[in-house]
């Protein structure tokens, strides 16, 4: 590895607005949610996927190592960290256009760099009957890169890789590919038609690295004519697991279309405000009698349920009688539309003030900012969950993780949906977060009719060095447990990208094959979900 | 290549009923609705997976080429064929287990063999409140190599490659690995979750040469509540762009949930009976006053649409309402649920007699096989089509394509779902057709909200060598319109398969580079999608 010649090289393609490698930005990259993060040796900021090949090829003449990035914020699985210390970032956020939107088709092209409130934004103010599915992550993510990680979000376009099409990508020799239709010149169907002809490569190119993913297609979903959103709250264990079957045959008649949100007691606790550390003394977990006496402060379930109806009012209607039906016996569901939302926090908190709808209005203003996710809204509220046992507090208008110093790591099973295995998952984790005094903080999201993506938060005090140690045993024993118990993460982070894949397995060998041909001096993203 | 080596080997292997080479087999997997197959050296049936894994190391060891298929039914686009003379098919027929039906998750695990008829026969019997989705390729056609073929049916499911996961695949070195979640032990996800964790592979084995997919697992339908099944005819093409237009927020909006079936007056009357030898006494194409005769005896539309709303009594009531509305203006929409189809037909049959409803008699009567396609049960009827310009009379009960000697060819270009592209492509194509006097047989399929599947047939009279001749020049001259043009086929025909990548592009390139790391000798299925 030539570093110094290599960023020579870089600066005369780049200029010296294009390439850092101040010790400054290099501590700016290297922060982590985790105790430690990794540090690279540079970060690059190529504004076209030709400086994109260009600084590729100049990587690969001096062996180093490049860790491209859409915006970084990977927060909880490694954020803009590379898996190992001394990879070059390639930073994409100075490619951010929206190149097109067809209205028609409900379709976008993006580069890299766009955040999803960027395009929301622009969607809003140019094409309103367009709507962006988007993650919890807040405004400043990127679509891009969370589409790679196979991101899920919450309209019936959740499903982040299978709604985008036509992918360019820089290939670690520097030629440029389009995946699907893409490669055929003037080709009317690139980001109409996923698979193309011949092998269908989008799947390849996500968690992986065997490219720098430069541009791509989004599928956009129309304006509905109506959502009714609705919240259920579950008394305990054994409504979760009837309502988890209960919701399921719903999601396969295809009458629920989107993903359907499921967070504990301490999971929607901490989306209000820190763990209690000033009436607790410091004391950690949080004991049985102050975690119910919060509950029923904030009028919660065991589980909180969120999802919504897509359609007119008319389907949506007989969609709400099916989902009265199948939930009579579990619990009540609640129904929130847009304009109820809207007057009913109002009006509910005068009836409050007159001593009754306390806990609907709880309900509601617990909706409302899922509501925007529901309607495509990015919202930096949900990431305050993340800051959990945080000691300090939060930064005005600033739910940045990494700014906040807030400490968290993701163990994100996915677990088939059924009520059995939802409480089997639980048994096995529970008792993991227990050991190592962390509450478990755990949502799952019946992301398919089939599956549900469990993401579970073991969160820190980033500055307690005790503290933060215990969370890394407590998380690698999670980690461990999953697989151990057939129930791998549909994504992961850098500290256990090596831990997937059994060493030398046939699976194992056959990735490093493909990685061989197509890289083989290992110039993109060494060790990142593939092992080499 | 060392055939005589590796059939005693092969012998060894699988017993003498494991391999044939004599001139009948072969004679038998040479046929082909083209004018002429390709000839295989020899024909194996291994029964386990480790049977494929073994054969596949004896293959390299000679230096043999392979060319799995599952059932060969793959007509009109290469039937039992490979590429090229002299590879050895891999016939996987005796690989037929269905190895689980999940009913609470809605999937099976099937191995190649299975056909549609099987799965769909052993469902009723065993599991009556799941649907396997079917294409109209009749009950012998494969589950699993339809699936790799990207191949599409006509409920909620109709996407056989988005529902299907977890593939288990004999390597070109004989290691067998499992796509998505399967390559951990233990893994409850393989069958509910298709991505896995880290790149996913299952697009990498579709439409290519990588391996022989011996398993996997397949998502099947609920049993709908209802089915409201409509049927909408077109008097033109102008009214046929403003339909396609008028569909298209329908799917966008999730209220039409499944494939949308489009075929021209001439697709619907081959569907009927073959072309009318006698009364023209030999003349081609069909003239247009016998077209327009035909058109009115049979109620044909220009355009006949079929499609069906799945969901309850309720929300289908919603969204007929919605479909009503949208084709205001533009022509009407007749709807038929299974007990009008069940009582209708009979009543329409004696009003008939009495001098009215000869057209909705009609329409129902088309509707009627097509509503099997929609409620998941395969039928041979859909395949008539194919037999167009043949001089025989079909044989009682077979319409086997190669049985019947019939010359068919399928150019099957995606196109935006658009009004407008709907007629740019028959511009295009319409011409061809005529200069080589052949009827344009067209259905476009809506088989996601943003495309067309077109599959457009050069029907031919195989016995005929100068129609057979005129048949070829004039599919040559379509595949390469639709590429030029910029709509590509959703799959091709093994003709075709050397033009799909432009020469030493990028991407033939790196699909050469990934399939000479896994397979270096080119053992399986040589020249089939992969340049190589």
Redesign the interface.
């Known amino acids: 590895m030539n570093l110094k010649a290599a960023l020579t090289e870089w600066t005369g393609l780049l200029g010296t607005g294009g390439v850092a490698s101040d010790t400054q930005t290099l501590d700016h990259y290297a922060r982590s949610t985790m105790p430690k993060g990794t540090r690279p040796a540079a970060v690059l900021y190529p504004q076209t996927t030709q400086d994109c090949a260009a600084l590729v090829r100049i990587a690969a003449g001096h062996h180093c190592p490049l860790y491209p990035l859409s915006r970084g914020k990977n927060w909880g699985y490694g954020d803009a960290c590379a898996v190992s210390d001394g990879q070059v970032i390639v930073d994409l956020k100075k490619m951010n256009r929206i190149i097109e939107v067809n209205e028609?088709?409900?379709?976008a092209v993006i580069e890299a760099g766009v955040t999803q409130g960027q395009l929301s934004d622009y969607l809003l103010n140019n094409h309103p009957g367009l709507i962006l599915d988007v993650t919890g992550a807040g405004p400043d993510a990127s679509i891009v890169g969370n589409t790679l990680e196979?991101g899920f979000g919450h309209t019936?376009y959740g499903d982040h890789?299978?709604m985008s099409a036509g992918y360019e990508v820089v290939?670690p020799d520097g030629?440029?590919?389009?995946t699907g239709?893409g490669?055929?010149?003037?080709?009317?169907?690139t980001?109409?038609?996923k698979?193309?002809?011949?092998?269908?490569?989008?799947?390849?190119?996500?968690?992986?690295n065997?490219g720098i993913i430069t541009k791509m297609g989004v599928?956009l979903?129309?304006r509905?004519?109506h959502v009714l959103a609705f919240a259920i709250i579950l008394k305990d264990n054994n409504t979760l697991s009837r309502c988890v079957d209960a919701l399921?045959?719903l999601r396969?008649?295809?009458?629920l279309?989107s993903a359907i949100h499921i967070g504990n007691d301490l999971r929607a606790m901490s989306a209000r405000g820190h763990y209690p550390w000033d009436q607790l003394q410091g004391q950690t977990p949080l004991p049985k009698n102050l975690r119910e006496t919060l509950i029923k402060k904030m009028s919660l379930g065991a589980w909180n349920v969120v999802g919504a109806i897509?359609?007119?009012k008319?389907?949506?209607?007989?969609?709400k009688?099916?989902l009265k039906k199948a939930m009579r016996g579990i619990a009540r569901v609640k129904f929130f539309d847009e304009a109820l939302l809207k007057t009913g926090i109002k009006i509910l908190g005068v009836t409050r003030r007159l001593g009754f709808g306390a806990k609907l209005l709880e309900m509601a203003n617990a909706v409302s900012p899922v509501f925007d996710l529901l309607m495509g809204r990015p919202s930096p509220k949900h990431l305050s969950g993340a800051g959990w046992r945080s000691r300090r507090e939060t930064l005005k208008d600033n739910p940045d993780p990494l700014d906040n110093n807030w400490g968290f790591l993701w163990v994100s099973p996915?677990?088939?949906?059924?009520g059995d295995?939802a409480l089997r998952i639980l048994k096995i984790v529970e008792p993991v977060f227990e050991k190592y005094r962390f509450e478990p903080l755990i949502t799952m999201t019946a992301?398919?009719?089939?599956?549900l993506d469990c993401v579970m938060t073991v969160a820190y005090d980033r500055e307690n060095p005790a503290e933060s140690q215990s969370a890394l045993t407590c998380y690698d024993e999670l980690f461990a447990a999953i697989?151990r118990?057939?129930?791998?993460?549909?994504?992961?982070g850098i500290r256990s990208m090596s831990k997937?894949?059994?060493d030398k397995?046939?699976?194992a060998?056959?990735?490093q094959?493909?990685k061989?041909?197509?890289d083989p001096q290992g110039i993109i993203s060494p060790g990142r979900?593939?092992p080499l």
């Not at 118990?485 to 992961?492: K, S």
């Open positions: 028609e088709l409900a379709y196979r019936p890789f299978t290939l030629n440029v590919i389009t239709f490669h055929h010149d003037h080709a009317k169907t980001y109409c038609y698979a193309g002809i011949g092998p269908s490569l989008d799947g390849l190119f996500t968690q992986s065997f599928f979903l129309s509905p004519a399921r045959p396969h008649a295809g009458l279309q897509y359609g007119t008319g389907t949506n209607r007989g969609v009688r099916e996915v677990v088939p949906m059924t295995h992301i398919t009719a089939r599956a697989l118990e057939g129930y791998p993460p549909y994504r992961c997937i894949f059994a397995s046939p699976y060998v056959f990735l094959t493909i061989t041909s197509i979900y593939v």
